[in-house]
């Protein structure tokens, strides 16, 4: 377990597992918390397998890879070139009902912004009662003004879910986004989303309120989600570097 107590941090190329934890209490890689602000901190480049037992008999509230709350706000934190798999919730919770499996998760008490997810990897996030309870980015309370960017989600009951407190602004780009059993986006918000250039998991673009057959979206808190353009295949690199453009200027004397 790895806390985060103060701005200006950076946490980054260190391996995270705790596979014979079996406590009850909630079992988390990475916490970033403050009963104030926090800011500019940056986790990267890490591997977060396992944070938990998958036999532990319950759960609080569940099991994350980075778990960020802060009583404040939260403010330029960026999250990329994780990877994040197995991480699994019980079926029983304690306190606070049915446990949620969740790889990256942001709550704020006051109206945050600038957070960016991009590069990671993340797949396996599973639960031991109902798949909607694991989600691989939950974006929850007063956190808006997030660019979620070519990441791939995968093999997880959710890809991305906005619970219906999320603030607004939130950016779905260049990720691939596939084989998530429930839906590869939950709308849960009453905002809108744009989610355009991500692969679905079919050339057909998403199934739900996206009518293809890839990975579903869902829009249930009177939200809306723009997916269209998406892409139509795989992308081996959700996002290649740009491409340089060489240009010659002759200097000539005089």
Do not use: M
């Not at 957070?115 to 309870?133: C, F, K, L, M, P």
């Amino acid at each position: 377990l790895v806390w985060i107590r103060a701005s200006d941090v950076t946490l980054e190329g260190f391996t995270n597992t705790n596979p014979s934890a079996i406590s009850t209490a909630d079992n988390s890689a990475i916490i970033c918390t403050s009963a104030g602000n926090l800011s500019n901190v940056k986790i990267l480049n890490n591997i977060i397998d396992a944070p938990a037992s998958p036999s532990r008999p319950s759960a609080d509230f569940g099991t994350f890879g980075i778990n960020c709350i802060t009583g404040g706000t939260l403010s330029t934190i960026e999250v990329a070139g994780n990877i994040f798999r197995n991480i699994h919730a019980p079926a029983t919770g304690g306190c606070c009902g049915t446990p949620v499996a969740i790889a990256i998760f942001f709550y704020a008490d006051a109206a945050s912004s600038g957070i960016n997810i991009h590069d990671n990897v993340i797949h396996d996030i599973t639960s031991g009662s109902s798949a909607d309870r694991a989600r691989a980015i939950t974006i929850s309370s007063n956190v808006g003004d997030v660019a979620i960017t070519c990441n791939e989600i995968y093999n997880n009951g959710v890809g991305i879910r906005l619970t219906s407190s999320a603030g607004s602004g939130v950016e779905v780009h260049h990720n691939n986004i596939s084989n998530n059993s429930v839906y590869g986006l939950w709308n849960a918000s009453p905002n809108a989303v744009n989610a355009e250039n991500n692969w679905w998991g079919a050339a057909d673009g998403p199934s739900g309120v996206g009518g293809g057959s890839g990975d579903a979206i869902a829009n249930t808190g009177g939200g809306s989600v723009e997916f269209d353009p998406w892409l139509a295949a795989l992308q081996s690199d959700p996002c290649p570097p740009p491409s340089v453009i060489q240009v010659g200027i002759d200097i000539k004397p005089g």
